[in-house]
C-alpha cells in the first residue's frame, strides 16, 4: 500500500464559456483565481485555476473552457460530485446566496452524517458544499464572510457500475474505506491535505456518461515532490497500471493513468506551486504561457475570450 499520497491535488473540467466560468468560481463561490493560462496542447483555450490564497493543493479547481461546448451527459465512469468543504451552519449562508445569484439544483440533504447543499454549475456540473471541522485558511479576498467560506475540497465522488477495481485501486493508493450510506462507499486517506476523501457511488445500470461542458476531465492526487512521484510512479507501473512518463506542467509536475471504472487519474506534485511565476499577492492577473506558447501572445490576447473580474 501506498503512503505517498495525502489526498486531492485539483480536479479539472470542461466549460463553454471562460467569463460565466471565472465569474461562478470568483464571484458566487468567492474563490480566488490563482492563475489564467492556456491549455499546453490547445493554447487557444484558456486553463484557469481557482483555489485559496496561495492555490494549496487540495483546493484548487481548474477549468478548460472551450468556448461553445456542448454539455456532457453524466452517467457511468465519470467523476459525479465535487464537494468543497465549508464550515458547520454555513450552509443556511450558502443556500441564501446561491439562490440569490440564480443557482439552479439547490438541494440540501445529508449524507455520512454530514450536511450538504448540492448545486449546479454553469454548465451543468454537479457541485456540494460540505459542512465539517476543517482548520485550513480560506481566501478572504471576497464579499463571502471568513467563518463561512470555502475551506478547500472536502472529496470527490466517482459515479461507476462497479466499484470492485476501482476500490481495491484506492486501497493501494493508501485509501481506507470509511463507511457506507445507501449506494455510497467513502474512502479517507490519513494524514492528508484536508481534501482526503473520495466516494464511489455505484450505479450498475446507469448508462455511460458523455464528456462536454460540465464534465469532470480528471482528478489529481497530491504527493509532496518529484522523488514521491516517482515512488508512487514506479508501484502504479509494477502493480500492471498504464501510466504516462512525468510531465512537466509548469507550476507541477504530473503523471495520469486511466482507472478501471472510466475516470482519469492524475498524481501531481506540491512544488513548485503557483508563485513560481507571480507574486502571491497577484495571482490569476496576468496571462501566463507555457514557454512553448510564449509567442503566441500577441494572438491569443486577441482571440482569447476576455475575462472582466
Ligand atoms: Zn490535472
Redesign the pocket.
Known amino acids: 500500500m501506498l503512503h505517498q499520497i495525502k489526498g486531492l491535488?485539483?480536479v479539472?473540467s470542461l466549460a463553454s464559456g471562460a467569463q460565466a466560468n471565472n465569474a461562478f468560481f470568483t464571484r458566487a463561490l468567492g474563490l480566488r483565481r490563482v492563475k489564467k493560462t492556456v491549455n499546453f496542447d490547445a493554447p487557444h483555450v484558456y486553463h484557469l485555476y481557482y483555489g485559496d490564497e496561495h492555490g494549496s493543493p487540495g483546493s484548487v479547481m481548474?477549468y478548460f473552457p472551450f468556448p461553445g461546448a456542448a454539455r456532457g451527459r453524466h452517467g457511468a465512469g465519470e467523476v459525479g460530485v465535487t464537494a468543497f468543504a465549508v464550515p458547520v451552519g454555513a450552509l443556511g449562508y450558502w443556500a441564501d446566496r446561491l439562490a440569490g445569484l440564480g443557482v439552479t439544483g439547490l438541494n440540501r440533504t445529508s449524507s455520512f452524517g454530514q450536511d450538504r447543499l448540492t448545486f449546479d454549475g454553469p454548465d451543468g456540473d454537479t457541485f456540494a458544499l460540505v459542512e465539517t471541522d476543517d482548520a485550513r485558511a480560506p481566501w478572504t479576498g471576497t464579499d463571502v464572510p471568513e467563518d463561512l467560506a470555502i475551506r478547500g475540497f472536502h472529496s470527490a465522488s466517482m459515479r461507476l457500475r462497479d466499484a470492485g477495481a476501482s476500490a481495491e485501486l484506492l486501497r493501494f493508493m493508501g485509501y481506507e474505506e470509511t463507511g457506507r450510506d445507501g449506494d455510497m462507499t467513502r474512502f479517507a486517506v490519513t494524514g492528508g491535505n484536508g481534501a482526503d476523501v473520495i466516494d464511489i457511488e455505484t450505479l450498475p445500470g446507469a448508462p455511460a456518461a458523455e464528456q462536454g461542458a460540465g464534465s469532470v476531465?480528471?482528478i489529481?492526487f497530491a504527493v509532496e515532490n518529484r522523488a514521491r512521484q516517482l515512488e508512487v510512479r514506479e508501484a502504479l507501473l509494477d502493480t500492471g497500471w498504464q501510466v504516462t512518463p512525468v510531465i512537466d506542467?509548469d507550476y507541477f509536475w504530473?503523471i495520469y493513468f486511466r482507472t478501471p471504472g472510466g475516470v482519469l487519474f492524475?498524481v501531481?506534485t506540491n512544488e513548485p506551486g503557483f508563485d513560481r511565476d507571480e507574486d502571491t499577492a497577484h495571482l490569476g492577473e496576468a496571462l501566463k504561457l507555457p514557454t512553448q506558447h510564449a509567442h503566441l501572445r500577441d494572438v491569443l490576447e486577441q482571440r482569447l475570450e476576455p475575462i472582466t473580474d
Request: glycine share 0%; aromatic share 0%; no cysteine.
Open positions: 491535488h485539483h479539472t481548474t476531465h480528471h489529481a506542467r504530473a492524475e501531481a
